[in-house]
């Protein structure tokens, strides 16, 4: 580590609810947690929403809420004392893992596709972790764990993946926040965090409304089982194409009387354009859950305030890949390559 961390700070106020018990001196931190809610009362009437609040996730210091749920899962490696792990992400969590483990000096593999933007390459480039582009990305992660004992940081497998997020909603308790909350949703981590987290501090239990763009997914299958069909929005399509949280995410959602929402990217262009002369910009999720707060307005009446999480910042947008991806990541298809790749980046094999 680059230095001390300092006990309760960020995130850690909410360490209570994390499920597993940390000495301060493996709490790694970068300063993540107690986010802004900001107050949207503008774009609050342009959607016909009584009111709208929007959580800022996107100041996080990794750019995106996972610096949570990456902040805490390498606390606990630290406290293990495990030195070497590694994830399969093209996004926000991949940044958050190599920013932290950087942090905490633990050494990462990143598996990433060819595809991933250039905002994001150069956001993990910036930290001299070992990053690798494949088109097998889920196959060679199951490899770097199962023959050279590498531990997996990804949020949907994890069983700490979900539980930095009932922070969120410990904060949203506090600001008073608590009526209904629209997450986009990839493996659903967040989504179940948010569910399990109030559970936990009591009280009236918030609406939890998860967000995907077409043509969607497991998450959100049982709200649309009709004909409707739109062109892909392109919109989290990097991530996870199943998620084993998913039965726990769709009950924790019906249980709190919210509901799965899909969006179009003719929506979101709109949402983009009707959002550029407001503070603050977002990625794609972030409009994705301001669109799904606009449908439940529209088509339930919303009888209270919404909550939005902006769980990215607005340099998101740019979905376009890195013209020199080749030339600074190497593109890897088999196990073999892998392990030259990990050989000479110095990591060791753990033994069984």
């Known amino acids: 580590m680059t230095g001390p961390v300092t006990a309760n700070q ?118 001299r972790q070992l990053v690798v582009a494949t088109p097998r990305p889920v196959e060679l992660l199951h490899h770097a764990v199962g023959a050279w004992g590498l531990a997996d940081l ?77 062109p892909a929005t392109g919109v989290g399509d990097l991530g996870t194409s199943r998620s084993r949280l998913a039965p726990a995410v769709r009950r924790a959602v019906r249980e709190s009387g919210g509901r799965g929402w899909r969006v179009t990217r003719a929506e979101l262009e709109e949402m983009r354009q009707m959002t550029l002369d407001l503070e603050p910009g977002t990625s794609w999720e972030g409009l994705a859950a301001l669109v799904a707060a606009g449908h439940w307005a529209r088509t339930t009446g919303a009888g209270g305030p919404a909550v939005a999480l902006l769980t990215g910042s607005a340099d998101q947008l740019d979905t376009s890949p890195h013209p020199r991806l080749p030339a600074l990541v190497p593109l890897i298809e088999t196990t073999a390559d892998l392990d030259l790749a990990l050989r000479r980046a110095d990591f060791v094999p753990e033994a069984k």
């Open 10 to 127: 960020g995130q850690w106020a909410h360490a209570n609810l994390f499920g597993v018990s940390l000495p301060s001196a493996c709490q790694v931190t970068l300063g993540e947690g107690n986010t802004p809610l900001q107050e949207a009362g503008a774009l609050a009437a342009r959607l016909r929403l009584p009111g709208l609040a929007l959580k800022r996730e996107d100041l996080s210091p990794t750019g995106s809420h996972k610096a949570r749920s990456l902040g805490l899962m390498v606390s606990r490696l630290l406290s293990q004392g495990i030195e070497q792990a590694v994830i399969s992400s093209s996004g926000n969590a991949a940044v958050a893992a190599s920013a932290y483990c950087t942090r905490a000096g633990i050494r990462l593999l990143c598996l990433i596709s060819p595809r991933t933007p250039r905002v994001k390459v150069d956001a993990l480039l910036r930290h």
């Open 154 to 230: 990804r949020t949907s497998t994890n069983p700490l993946g979900p539980a930095a997020y009932r922070g969120i909603a410990a904060e949203l308790q506090r600001a008073g926040a608590w009526a209904s909350v629209f997450t986009f949703a990839n493996s659903g981590a967040t989504a179940l965090g948010l569910h399990q987290g109030a559970q936990a501090v009591g009280g009236p239990l918030p609406q939890i409304h998860v967000v995907e763009g077409w043509p969607g997914g497991e998450i959100t299958r049982p709200w649309y089982q009709g004909t409707e069909s739109h």
